[in-house]
């Protein structure tokens, strides 16, 4: 008997069920994420009062400042700025 | 991008700045880490996005440093076992209790049938779209006759035939391709 019968095959395609759309899109948009990061930290680095801002309310600033914080980008600048 | 485009390829272009390379290497492993940390390690879907995410950031930042980009999914495996452990840690040291200590233990046999899962996903990119699609969402996406029937365009009641020859297909691409696989396994390593 083959090791893929029917039930076989059924079993090991049901053992991957797709990871929720929006992770998937959120790991998907790291590029973009890292290229806005980097920026970030650039001017967090010439300009104190923005960076003051980062720290005391990330998403606010992001946000005031016109960038879409996405999750990624979100985590890369609270560790970045975790021992600030 | 094409399916049969193999992971050791859009590795070669993530590294190249691709960015839609890098969009279809998530796409094409996002199932395997999300099963590895829900059902090889059991963590819950909160806990899991931050496994999710952690660990294709670490894809991401290390990619340079894959040996062979052959390497690809045990690497990612691996990455991803050492986040979820690492997480396990992180969690126990907060608060120690049984369940953190009998969740440290992964999974390892539902660990081997998400490898073995992953090669079955492999080769249904294989196989006629229609056929991808309906296997797709009858088992992995747990969608009823009528659902899959409205979303094809398909009448339910030809769903169930098209299954059984679908999976034919799918079984005659898998013994094509390779040798029988184990049906229990081992570890994953690099």
Known sequence: ?84 | MSETVSAAQLVARCRDGDQEAWAALVERFSRYVYAIATQGFRFREHDAEDIFQEVFAKVYERLDSLRSDEAIQPWIAQLTRRVCVDRLRAGSREETSDEAELAADPDEDAIARIDEALDVHDAMAGLPENCREILDRFFARDETYRTIGEALELPAGTIASRISRCLVKLRDELEGRKPVPAQSGGQVSV
């Open chain 1, 1 to 84: 008997m083959s090791a893929f019968n029917e039930d076989r095959l059924a079993e090991l395609i049901g053992a991957l069920p797709p990871a929720p759309e929006a992770w998937v899109r959120a790991a998907q948009e790291l590029p973009v994420a890292r290229s806005q990061f980097d920026g970030i930290v650039a001017r967090a680095e010439a300009d104190a009062e923005f960076r003051r801002a980062l720290i005391a309310d990330l998403e606010a600033t992001l946000a005031q400042e016109g960038y879409e914080p996405e999750r990624p980008l979100l985590d890369a600048l609270r560790r970045r700025f975790a021992d600030s």
